[in-house]
């Protein structure tokens, strides 16, 4: 995205111009007892403002700087993301760039500029993290930049309208280091599939003929009048069942504690316990 100019002029004084305003300003003591400082000090800024315009000009208009933005990993609560920031200098001048990222703010991020020596016809990019504070769309800002010439009697202002929606996931970290339990569970679904055990379960298999010690309440009396003597009924021990579970998603689970809300740790909650829970059936 090519930077365009920021502000009314889009132009400031550089340090060494403030350095030197500063000296100049110096001369007033002695111009009370003696004009001919006085003389001095305006010709002295007047050099200085002959300084200022003449690097003013010398820098490139803002559109001969390209700036991007690439999100190198997913984002999610909690967790840094590689961010990188990148400032391509289309122009003859070698050029020192103050960028700032105008990133959402954060419990886990501050927003700060960062410097970049660009030379002529040459992109230079920095890498930093982000970590976002909410799930959902993430709506990134805009990049600021001020750049000056190796005079540092002028700068320039420019923004790259880099505006974007991100997604951001709840931080499923947890999960990803107990990915190992997910595989070991649905080996234990296969296997409990193909096993068939009887026992005094409740989930009904078969009937059979009676036979001495059967419970008189297991006697199944619709067939046993069908075919004129007793039979039983059959159980096996009760197979593994779909639970859900309900995460409550209203208003009051907004509030937050430790950058996260309330929905975040109940998400996080329920991996751990998936886990845990599969654990134990493998013990």
Avoid at 80 to 103: I, K, M, T
Avoid at 261 to 281: Q, T
Wanted: glycine share 6%; hydrophobic share 40%; aromatic share 10%.
């Amino acid at each position: 995205m090519a930077a365009q100019p920021h502000g009314r002029f889009g132009v400031g004084a550089g340090p060494r111009l403030l350095l030197l305003s500063g000296v100049g300003l110096a001369w007033i003591i002695p111009a009370l007892w003696n004009r001919t400082f006085l003389y001095a000090m305006l010709l002295w800024d007047g050099i200085l403002l002959l300084a200022f315009v003449g690097d003013w000009l010398r820098l490139p208009r803002p559109k001969q700087l390209t700036v991007r933005r690439e999100w190198r990993s997913p984002l999610s609560i909690g967790v840094a993301a590689a961010v990188n920031l990148s400032v391509a200098n289309q122009s003859s001048a070698d050029l020192w760039v103050s960028a700032y990222d105008d990133l959402p703010a954060s419990n886990w991020h501050t927003n700060r500029a960062f410097a970049l020596n660009v030379p002529a016809h040459v992109s230079r990019s920095i890498d930093y993290e982000y970590t976002p504070g909410t799930r959902g769309d993430l709506r990134s800002g805009k990049v600021f930049l001020r750049y000056r010439s190796g005079f540092l009697m002028a700068e320039r202002w420019a923004v790259a309208d880099l505006q974007q929606t991100v997604r951001v996931y709840p931080n499923f970290e947890h999960a990803r280091k107990s990915s190992v339990y997910l595989a070991r569970s649905r080996q234990i679904e296969l296997q409990m599939r193909m096993m068939r055990l009887r026992g005094m379960g409740s989930d009904f298999e078969s009937l059979r003929e009676h036979r001495e010690g059967d419970e008189l309440r297991n006697v199944c009396w619709t067939a046993t009048a069908r075919r004129g003597k007793l039979v039983s009924k059959t159980f096996r021990v009760e197979r593994s069942q779909a639970v859900w579970i309900v995460l409550d998603c209203g208003r009051l689970m907004r509030a937050r504690t430790d950058g996260y809300s309330k929905l975040d740790r109940a998400v996080d909650a329920r991996d751990r316990n998936r886990h845990r829970v599969i654990a134990r059936l493998e013990n």
